[in-house]
């Protein structure tokens, strides 16, 4: 398990308590043990804003987690392949997916861990859930309007699999008897269309029994982080500037470079305010999440401690907060990726549980609509 600074801990508390109270009130209504599911598409090497918007998040509610409560952490290679990959470098990136869920902590033991084409109930059970899902209700997801109104030359013709995949992240969760889903707020309307799912089909299907189970959310209170090279966007890993995101592979050398050109701006002095100085204010964000320093409760603390410092100065110090942070996952991932027999383990074991639960839910599926 990786350490944990005293100071990381304390920023963590307020997010402990938040996630501690909403899954009580969960469990005042009902009395099944908590089975908490996420995924991650294996598309490269996860980048910071991957791990402090997500990843850091389920290793807490593992360590977290009481002893009955379910982990499953899904490695999304059929949600990757909405977007044609080519196939060599995608099965390299499942390899560095999976070195890296070990790397910053997850224990197969404790949380099975798996790739999603290796359990074929999601997409077993997606295509049963297809044959219920309202065309109107995916038209009018987020994600596809986003992409429709962007194909304006028709050179990339849009593709059945990006229309449907909510289906699929649907399945995922239900296959799992999920009861809750820790999400960021650009999911919150795809575990919404889940629990739509789930709450249909048991109306039609359930004859009064509860055959799928509407998932509750877990909100992920970390900020998204922003790129480096235009602070008003979301890092991400498909920019084609790599300077825009840092990986949790970058040595101390490239984290100091790319934070030394990030973009900020030309007034004097330090301030947190991420609509006027989204740049500053980005930085004041990895420092806060990364940083091993005591007594801040906000971003805006810190802001005002930094008072009078200038931004070269800033950016100094949140390389070396970020640089505390990535290291040890960043040692550990070396020693993983090329350990074949932990790797091969770890995918086996995490199969081996993942198929065995969702075969429990489609047994139940099938026979409710007819197929068994």
């Not at 077993?124 to 997801?141: D, F, K, N, V």
Request: charged share 25%; aromatic share 4%.
């Amino acid at each position: 398990m990786l350490p944990r600074s005293r100071a990381a801990r304390r920023v963590l508390q307020p997010v402990n308590i938040a996630l501690q109270q909403k899954c009580a009130s969960s469990t005042a209504t009902t009395a099944r043990p908590k089975v908490i599911f996420s995924g991650i598409q294996p598309t490269g090497v996860p980048h910071l804003g991957n791990y402090l918007g997500a990843l850091r998040q389920w290793t807490r509610l593992q360590d977290e987690a009481a002893d009955d409560t379910t982990l499953i952490y899904s490695l999304v290679d059929l949600h990757a392949i909405t977007i044609r990959q080519d196939p060599n470098q995608l099965r390299q990136w499942k390899k560095e997916s999976l070195a890296m869920l070990l790397a910053i902590g997850l224990d197969p033991k404790r949380s099975t861990i798996f790739h999603q084409s290796d359990v074929p109930a999601h997409a077993e059970l997606m295509w049963i859930l297809s044959c219920q899902a309202s065309t109107g209700y995916l038209g009018r997801m987020t994600q596809w309007k986003d992409k429709t109104s962007n194909e304006k030359d028709g050179s990339e013709k849009l593709k059945l699999g990006l229309f449907s995949y909510p289906v699929l992240q649907a399945a995922d969760i239900l296959v799992h008897k999920t009861t809750h889903v820790p999400v960021g707020h650009d999911q919150a309307q795809h575990l919404e269309f889940a629990r739509e799912v789930a709450n249909g089909f048991n109306h039609v299907f359930g004859q009064g029994k509860e055959v799928l189970v509407a998932p509750e959310t877990l909100i992920s209170p970390a900020r998204r982080v922003m790129s480096l090279t235009d602070p008003t966007a979301k890092m991400s890993k498909s920019h084609p500037n790599p300077k825009s995101r840092i990986l949790l592979t970058d040595s101390e050398d490239i984290i100091k470079s790319k934070l030394k050109g990030a973009v900020t701006d030309s007034l004097d002095g330090i301030s947190y305010d991420p609509e006027m100085r989204p740049g500053v204010s980005n930085l004041i964000d990895l420092l806060y999440h990364s940083s091993a320093e005591d007594g801040y409760e906000s971003q805006e603390a810190l802001a005002k401690d930094l008072e009078g410092v200038s931004l070269r100065a800033l950016k100094e110090k949140t390389a070396e907060a970020v640089d505390m942070q990535v290291r040890p996952i960043r040692e550990r991932y070396s020693e993983i990726v090329e350990n074949r027999a932990i790797m091969e383990a770890a995918a086996a074991e995490g199969a081996e549980k993942a198929t065995k639960s969702g075969a429990a839910t489609l047994k139940k599926v099938k026979r409710a609509v007819g197929l068994s």
